[in-house]
C-alpha cells in the first residue's frame, strides 16, 4: 500500500503542470476512483487543504496519506508529490545554467501556459458546481480574480476583506437567527 501510495503522488507530480489547482483534477480522478475517499470527502479535504500553509497539492496528498496508513502514508504521499518537480528542477538547474536565455525553454513555458490556465479552470469550475455555488456567490470570486489580475491588488488585501466581510456576514447571520 505504501508503494502505490506513492507511486500514485509521483504519477499526480509528474504529469501536471501548473501547482496545486492545476494537479486538482488527476488527484481527484486518482484517490476517487481507487475508493481511497469518497468526493464528500475529498471535497472536505480540499476545502481543508487551501485553507492551510503550504503547497496545496502536498496538503491533499498529506491528507490522504494520513488517512489511509496515518504517518508513514503522509510520508510516502508526500514525497511522491513533490520529488517529481525536485528532480525536473534539478536537472533544469543542472542543464540549463541560463535556462531563461535559452530559446527552447522559454517557447515550452510559453507553450504550456494556455494548458495551465484550462487545467486550473476546470476544476474551479467542476467543484462550484459540485458545492451548488450560485451565481450571485461567484460574483465573490470573480470580483476578486478580476481584482488581482487587472487592477493589481494584492491578494493579501482581497484575504483580508474576505475575512472582514465573512465576519461581518457571520455576526449579521447570527443576530437575525436570535
Not at 483534477?25 to 481543508?48: C, G, H, M, N, Y
Not at 508513514?72 to 517529481?84: E, R, Y
Not at 528532480?87 to 513555458?109: D, G, H, K, P, S
Not at 460574483?139 to 493589481?152: D, E, K, N, R, S
Request: proline residues 4%.
Amino acid at each position: 500500500m505504501y508503494w502505490q501510495l506513492f507511486l500514485t503522488f509521483v504519477k499526480i507530480g509528474t504529469f501536471t503542470i501548473g501547482g496545486g489547482y492545476a494537479m486538482l483534477p488527476l488527484i481527484r480522478q486518482e484517490v476517487v476512483s481507487r475508493k481511497w475517499l469518497t468526493e464528500e470527502e475529498f471535497i472536505d479535504i480540499f476545502a481543508v487543504a487551501q485553507s492551510l500553509p503550504g503547497i496545496f497539492a502536498v496538503n491533499i496528498s498529506i491528507f490522504v496519506g494520513y488517512q489511509l496508513k496515518k504517518k508513514a502514508g503522509a510520508l510516502c504521499s508526500a514525497l511522491g508529490t513533490i520529488m517529481p518537480s525536485f528532480l525536473i528542477i534539478l536537472a533544469i538547474a543542472l542543464f540549463f545554467t541560463n535556462a531563461r536565455e535559452n530559446v527552447w525553454v522559454e517557447r515550452a513555458f510559453k507553450g504550456l501556459r494556455p494548458a495551465v490556465v484550462a487545467l486550473i479552470a476546470v476544476p474551479c469550475i467542476s467543484t462550484a458546481k459540485k458545492i451548488n455555488l450560485t451565481y450571485k456567490q461567484s460574483v465573490i470570486p470573480v470580483v476578486a480574480a478580476l481584482l488581482i489580475w487587472q487592477a493589481g491588488v494584492s491578494p493579501a488585501w482581497i484575504i483580508l476583506a474576505a475575512i472582514a466581510g465573512g465576519i461581518i456576514y457571520g455576526l449579521k447571520f447570527k443576530q437575525n437567527i436570535k
